[in-house]
């Protein structure tokens, strides 16, 4: 079983920075295509960014600049370096993992970022 466990939310003020972190357990975390998503108030979720097994990145145009999605194969984890943030970045950030033949879906079960001053 696939299990995806965000951490590294919280509140900050515009401008500021975050890290999140998504730790995958149950299976082999090289082989997934991996990625942030997020979902605020009242709004659909949406792509934040990906990165496949491969090291290569996407990223969507709100975001290009400010976040950084990386990964460590070793570690088991994806990580989302948030910089400039801005109250419109405000929502619940989730982890996911795509099987590269399957392509089933793993979700986290979110971490919340609040920018706020």
């Known amino acids: 079983q696939v299990q995806l466990v965000e951490s590294g939310g919280g509140l900050v003020q515009p401008g500021g920075s975050l890290r999140l972190s998504c730790v995958v357990s149950?299976?082999?975390?090289?082989?997934?295509?991996m990625g942030w998503y997020r979902q605020a108030p009242g709004k659909q979720r949406e792509l934040v960014a990906t990165i496949t097994s491969a090291g290569r990145r996407n990223y969507a145009d709100s975001v290009k600049g400010r976040f950084t999605i990386s990964r460590d194969n070793v570690k088991n984890t994806m990580y989302l370096q948030i910089n400039s943030l801005k109250p419109e970045d405000t929502a619940v950030y989730y982890c996911?993992?795509?099987?590269?033949?399957?392509?089933?879906?793993?979700w986290g079960q979110g971490t919340q970022v609040t920018v706020s001053s």
């Open positions: 149950g299976s082999p975390f090289s082989i997934y295509a």
């Open positions: 996911n993992a795509e099987h590269p033949y399957s392509k089933k879906d793993y």
